[in-house]
């Protein structure tokens, strides 16, 4: 099986002596590396036939271009760009290299791939949404491969598929086998959050891993983008949040050209960008720079000088939501922006005398989720207006808030007998959702947990079909609180490539040991790529990562 994969991958098993003591926890089975039958593809397409037949490819010969009848032409930027990324992705920095003039094409050689883009209306100056056609097929044969898609965003997946399929060969030459691929997504939201409030990431951290993400075809950058710690996003309303609120008011703040630059990178490899900015809840920073937002708490009769949620009683609360959110749809073109809404505490609301009287007034009793509900309809209210989706939260919906029909629901609590039983409540109650629950990536052990990222199903729930279709996908999240530009990369990946492979692949995809050999070589690929992916196990890459 080495043609398939260009490399033998070894793997040292270390037999006893694995750095657990004898009383630790049973581990998963031990995994041996076996080359697949699949090659080093992740995740897996839907349909893939490899065969024995191989073909070379040369730097100095080898074009990727579009198909004389393909709806979109040399004028797509997103697409000539994609280009020249896989070709450098494929044979590496051309410009070191030495070329052969005197070389010839031999008859075995792969001299082109042709990107046909079959649609009248390629999306290329579009940007990604929930609906976007990301299917493709690829045919690689001799001399012309060919890569069909409807749009550019099943183009740019085939591109990303054909850079997979080629390896080296003994004597180090690029090579690819005779393939027929038709692939497609299992799940139309395929999400990676970040939290860039409880740490700043950098720009430059960020893009690495929207490349990063595009490698294995996620779609979705959940932006959390502001938090109780800091607000980094640097408004042009309201300039004070960050002036105030961020780390540092020049250092430590996304400027509106950095998240401008964030988007249209994001763009070009087909991923949505959906920000979160997460209300009545997670505001502390906000209330450092906008007067009275925060609810002021109470001992006994006093101030105490410490301040709670957003003060859900005042009218200057939801004009300030108003501006705020009409900013955030103007510079956010996504369809939806995530509105958070958990962890609601309710101490402070109920030492404040002000919010008692509210409640007295508006017939709450002692019932704060009420109160909660009454913000949180306003909101989504205000919104609404601005003619954006939204998506919460669970608590939104577990406390019973009126939700549009579209609302996206967002599952991130319990285990999996307590998520499976979320998914079912709110998909009977006719309403989408994604799943976060079992892909909390910032909890970290010893051992292999990617196993139990790759074994979690959001549709693995007790439902009618149609209940299963209301399931869009997931989001693998990494909360910041331990985590900056220090340590995000490996810890991200390639324990997040479990994830991409759920909800791309079909669901019958689940041998684990084949997905260890394939992701045991994806993950050389990324580090290959400059991409400081950690190791699944002992064992050592061709190409090892040369550092910072």
């Not at 922006?337 to 017939?363: A, R």
Request: hydrophobic residues 35%.
């Amino acid at each position: 099986m080495t043609y398939l994969l260009g490399f033998t991958f070894i793997l040292l098993a270390l037999g006893s002596c694995r750095g657990l003591q004898e009383n630790d926890v049973a581990e998963e089975p031990e995994l041996v590396f076996q080359a697949s039958k699949y090659g080093s593809l992740w995740p897996l397409p839907q349909k893939v036939e490899i065969s024995e037949a191989s073909f070379k490819l040369s730097s100095s010969s080898f074009r990727i271009t579009d198909a004389k009848e393909s709806g979109a032409g040399s004028s797509c930027s997103l697409l000539q760009l994609a280009y020249r990324r896989y070709y450098e992705y494929i044979f590496g920095d051309v410009k070191k290299q030495k070329v052969n003039k005197s070389w010839k094409a031999g008859l075995t050689d792969l001299l082109e791939l042709q990107v046909w883009i079959t649609s009248s209306d390629s999306e290329c100056d579009s940007y990604p949404t929930a609906s976007s056609d990301e299917s493709y097929e690829l045919l690689v044969d001799q001399p012309v491969a060919v890569l069909k898609a409807p749009k550019v965003w099943g183009a740019l997946h085939g591109l990303e598929t054909f850079s997979q399929l080629v390896y080296e060969d003994e004597y180090g030459a690029k090579t690819i086998n005779a393939t027929v691929i038709s692939d497609f997504p299992r799940f139309a939201h395929r999400g990676v959050l970040l939290d860039t409030s409880r740490h700043f990431l950098s720009i430059k951290v960020i893009l690495a891993n929207l490349e990063t993400m595009a490698m294995n075809k996620f779609n979705v950058f959940h932006w959390h983008i502001v938090d109780d710690p800091s607000f980094p996003y640097l408004s042009r309303t309201f300039p004070q949040l960050s002036q105030k609120g961020a780390y540092h008011p020049y250092t430590h703040v996304y400027t509106p050209a950095d998240v401008k630059m964030v988007i249209e990178f994001a763009r070009l490899r087909g991923i949505r960008v959906v920000p979160e900015f997460d209300t009545p809840g997670h505001t502390q920073s906000w209330g450092k720079g906008q007067l009275d937002l925060l609810t002021p708490c109470y001992t006994g009769s006093k101030p105490s000088g410490t301040f709670g949620p957003v003060n859900p009683i005042l009218n200057s609360t939801y004009d300030f939501m108003t501006q705020f959110f009409k900013e955030i749809s103007d510079v956010f073109p996504d369809a939806y922006v995530h509105l958070g809404g958990d962890e609601v505490d309710f101490t402070c609301w109920k030492s404040n005398p002000d919010i008692q009287k509210f409640m007295e007034q508006q017939g709450f009793g002692q019932d704060y989720r009420k109160l909660e509900s009454f913000y949180i309809q306003k909101l989504l209210d205000i919104v609404a207006a601005t003619n954006k989706g939204y998506m919460i939260w669970q608590e939104v919906f577990d406390n019973g808030v009126k939700l549009k029909p579209d609302t996206l629901i967002h599952v991130w609590k319990g285990n999996q007998e307590k998520y499976q039983t979320e998914m079912a409540n709110i998909t009977s109650a006719g309403f989408k959702t994604l799943l976060s629950s079992p892909w909390y990536l910032n909890r970290i052990s010893y051992g292999q947990d990617w196993q139990g990222y790759y074994k979690a199903d959001p549709q693995h729930f007790k439902g009618t079909e149609e209940q299963k279709k209301l399931v869009v996908g997931g989001e693998a999240c990494l909360w910041g609180e331990y985590v900056d530009a220090t340590n995000v990369t490996p810890r991200l990946w390639p324990r997040a490539s479990a994830v991409a492979e759920r909800l791309w692949s079909a669901k019958e995809i689940t041998d684990i040991r084949d997905a260890y050999s394939r992701l045991s070589v994806h993950r050389c690929r990324l580090v290959e790529r400059g991409i400081p992916a950690e190791p699944l196990s002992p064992s050592f890459c061709p190409h090892e990562y040369k550092g910072i």
